[in-house]
């Protein structure tokens, strides 16, 4: 089991304010977006939405009794989302929109000069 962060940017619907964070352990960044949605009421706290706009995966579970379902951990929790190197998928977005396609991004690489 992977730990992600579910991050939905500009928490309360205003653009200078902290994100709304959820840490969730899950299999698969879909996983945890999946339980957030289900169970985690994200639109509740001002979001507008109930996709997130980014997942990092920021690392993984090993202890040995982890239950094999996927749970929220932490959250909703509201700060700044930094990534701090981590694996991340972001939304693609057509033009303003955000669609539901996901784009993964290897921050490390992504600054690497070949």
């Known amino acids: 089991m992977n730990i ?6 500009n928490s309360y619907g205003r653009r200078d ?6 840490l969730v352990r899950a299999p698969t960044f879909r996983a945890a977006i999946e339980d957030v949605q289900r169970n985690g009421a994200p639109t509740g706290h001002g979001t507008g939405t ?3 706009d980014v997942v990092y995966e920021v690392g993984v579970d090993v202890s040995p009794y982890a239950p094999t379902n996927p ?15 981590w694996k991340q998928w972001r939304r693609n977005c057509d033009g303003a929109q955000h669609t539901n396609d996901w784009v993964e991004e290897d921050i490390v690489a992504r600054g690497k000069i070949e």
């Open 17 to 22: 304010s902290e994100d709304t964070i959820y």
């Open 71 to 85: 749970c929220i951990l932490r959250g909703p929790y509201f700060e700044r989302a930094v990534n701090r190197g």
């Open 4 to 9: 992600y962060e579910v991050v939905f940017w």
């Open 50 to 52: 109930s996709t997130p």
